[in-house]
């Protein structure tokens, strides 16, 4: 039998501590860190230390100003300014200015850098960096618990290497950042499948953004209605994400792995498991293409913890038990301690005659890529 291609694991014990002081998750990044490595998992994988990003590097992608402000947003200014300018660059509500930002995002964004890097240098054929996905921050503005995005940011650095770069979105919310950054080129093709409903952040993602200019048709969105289960999304992702390899031909994937369709998410919105996310990361793991994987949002910490251990598993090719080990958050994972998350019985609003045209809008679409 071949030997498994390895797999680059991304993290830091004071990265993850720190990470978990910055978005509104309790203790999800240290939990899923511990439930990775309280089933052995990472002895199957190399373990690398990320270096913070530096400004140059964020600049890659965010406007100076915008650095500018977050890297020092209380010098020589008088209250009211400061105000107006944490409007201007979102920095209120789910993105409020907080002590040692900058070191977080440089942080985030070099954890995601890194991965990338170890991709170009075919150090390995995945690297996995579940700290990483914040897709909604733009140029010179936070949104959605996201301050840099380091998607993009990932996107960059792959593209020195390789010339078309894929990104696929999974998680409940489409990713708006990322799309707008890439809508206007035909070397990066965005794939966003998330809830598409009047009011629902961020607002974007019907399926008639379709990308501009030399950009048009590289940007594939597939809007889905509440309830949506484990059988509806990997049903229209089978359809649609053949057809995207095929006609696109990246050299190299992208993938942020948002938790928070989930089944049991605060956001209350798909009713999806474990199960959805491993089927469509296996598809894309044999497509045999250098493959970099962030997480993003996840709102109920244990589902999100089950979910990115069991697809770390599946990516490795381990078979874990079901029964969660022993470990410092084990009691976080009752009452029935188990690894597997379960499915509720809320109605999928998502009928196959809505599947069907959202199906075909999307594939009529990607006719016109040549
Ligand atoms: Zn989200």
Redesign the pocket.
């Known amino acids: 039998m071949a030997k498994p291609e390895p797999i680059a694991y991304i993290w830091h014990k004071d990265y993850v501590n720190e990470s978990d002081r910055y978005i509104p998750t309790t203790n999800r990044n240290v939990m899923v860190h511990l439930l990775i490595e309280a089933y052995g998992l990472l002895d199957n994988m190399m373990t690398v230390t990320p270096k913070k990003a530096s400004i140059q590097d964020l600049a890659a992608f965010h406007s100076m100003d915008y650095l500018n402000f977050l890297s020092n947003p209380n010098s020589n200014r008088d209250e009211d300014s400061i105000n107006d300018e944490n409007d201007d660059y979102g920095l209120e509500y789910d993105c409020p200015i907080q002590d040692g930002i900058i070191e977080y995002c440089q942080r985030v964004a070099g954890g995601t850098i890194e991965a990338a890097r170890m991709l170009n240098n075919g150090f390995c054929k995945t690297a996995i960096h579940w700290l990483g996905g914040w ?2 921050a733009k140029r010179s503005n936070a949104a ?2 996201c301050y840099v995005n380091d998607c993009v940011l990932g996107i960059i650095e792959l593209r020195k290497k390789f010339e078309r770069v894929l990104y696929i979105d999974l ?3 489409h990713g708006d950042g990322v799309q707008d950054a890439f809508c206007g080129t035909n070397k990066v093709l965005t794939f966003s499948i ?1 809830k598409f409903e009047p009011g629902f ?1 961020p607002g974007t993602g019907s399926d008639k953004e379709i990308g501009y200019g030399k950009g048009k048709y590289y940007t594939v969105n597939v809007p889905l209605l509440d309830g949506a289960r484990d059988d509806t999304f990997c049903d229209i992702f089978d359809k649609i994400a053949p057809t995207v390899l095929k006609k696109f031909k990246p050299g190299a994937i992208l993938c942020q792995l ?1 938790a ?2 989930l089944n049991e998410d605060p ?1 209350h919105s798909f009713n999806l498991t474990h199960k959805s996310q491993i089927h469509c990361i296996r598809k894309i793991q044999n497509w045999g293409i250098p493959l970099l994987i962030l997480g ?4 109920n910490p244990a589902n999100t913890a089950r979910t990115w251990t069991s697809v770390t598993a599946s990516l490795i090719g381990k078979e874990i038990s079901e029964d969660i080990p022993e470990h410092e958050y084990f009691l976080e994972y009752g009452p029935h301690y188990e690894l597997p998350v379960s499915q509720s019985l809320r109605k999928d609003l998502n009928t196959s005659k809505y599947i069907a045209e959202v199906v075909s809008t999307v594939e009529n679409n990607l006719e016109q890529i040549n």
Request: glycine letters at 36%; aromatic letters at 18%.
């Open positions: 897709h909604h959605g618990f998680d409940l919310h998330h952040f948002g928070d369709g956001m993003g949002g996840g709102y």
